[in-house]
């Protein structure tokens, strides 16, 4: 199964940046990285995916190491909207998601 | 992106019945998974369900305690069976979107389930 490592929780000022990293050394050469982020009482919802180069999306930008065994998930200005739970993971075999912990992102006003 | 109908989306059983919950996706789709989310935990993979062969389960879970259904590209069923109060979770289902070619994955909202 995917393996990944997310800090419990982070908090954040409201029109601050957010930097959310996540550690999955067991990751192979042609998987993507995966977020996704979880509001209270929703399903989760698709945040950004990328393999090797930054990406960047209306939501949010994913900067992947070097290496690939670590990535970061940068919300640019956090809201009060963005207070959710943000799971980092990747494809493990037969196209299957599996999560870790995720992170509670707290918003501070 | 995909648009998942999962219903119901929340309901009381009491213990020993079954329930079964409805995923319907608006668009023709591969495989299908179903996860269940504990009270205050990440979300966890029941199975994964594919059209026309028999899902495939992750370990811990059993075609017995939840049968699933996926009889055509668009519609899966996942049934919680003799249900106990250990049974109450979220119940989700979620595909693949390769509609945009993202390639990301799409969630139903949920089915909350609480027995008693």
């Known amino acids: 199964d995917a393996k990944t490592t997310q800090p419990n929780s982070m908090e954040s000022n409201e029109e601050e940046p957010v930097h959310l990293p996540c550690n999955h050394s067991?990751?192979?050469?042609?998987?993507?990285i995966h977020w996704y982020r979880q509001l209270p009482s929703q399903g989760p919802e698709y945040v950004i995916h990328?393999?090797?180069s930054n990406v960047n999306n209306r939501m949010a930008s994913l900067a992947i190491a070097e290496d690939r065994k670590s990535s970061t998930l940068i919300l640019h200005r956090a809201t009060l909207r963005d207070a959710a739970v943000y799971y980092c993971?990747?494809?493990?075999?037969?196209?299957?998601?599996?999560f870790g912990g995720g992170t509670r992102v707290l918003v501070k006003p | 992106s995909a648009v998942i109908s999962q219903k119901p989306s929340r309901d009381i059983c009491q213990r020993g019945t079954s329930l079964t919950i409805q995923c319907q996706v608006d668009?023709?789709?591969?495989?299908m998974f179903w996860y269940r989310q504990q009270p205050g935990q990440s979300l966890t993979l029941i199975a994964t369900?594919?059209?026309?062969?028999?899902?495939?389960?992750e370990s811990g879970f059993v075609i017995d305690k939840f049968p699933i259904s996926r009889p055509n590209l668009t519609f899966s069923t996942l049934t919680v069976s003799n249900m106990s109060p250990e049974d109450s979770s979220i119940y989700l289902c979620?595909?693949?979107?390769?509609?945009?070619?993202?390639?990301?994955?799409?969630f139903g909202s949920g089915t909350r389930l609480t027995v008693v």
């Open positions: 369900a594919n059209q026309g062969s028999e899902a495939t389960y």
């Open positions: 979620s595909v693949e979107d390769r509609r945009t070619g993202r390639y990301g994955y799409t």
């Open positions: 993971t990747y494809k493990a075999a037969g196209n299957k998601l599996t």
């Open positions: 067991t990751i192979s050469g042609t998987d993507y």
């Open positions: 990328g393999l090797t």
């Open positions: 668009s023709q789709v591969t495989m």
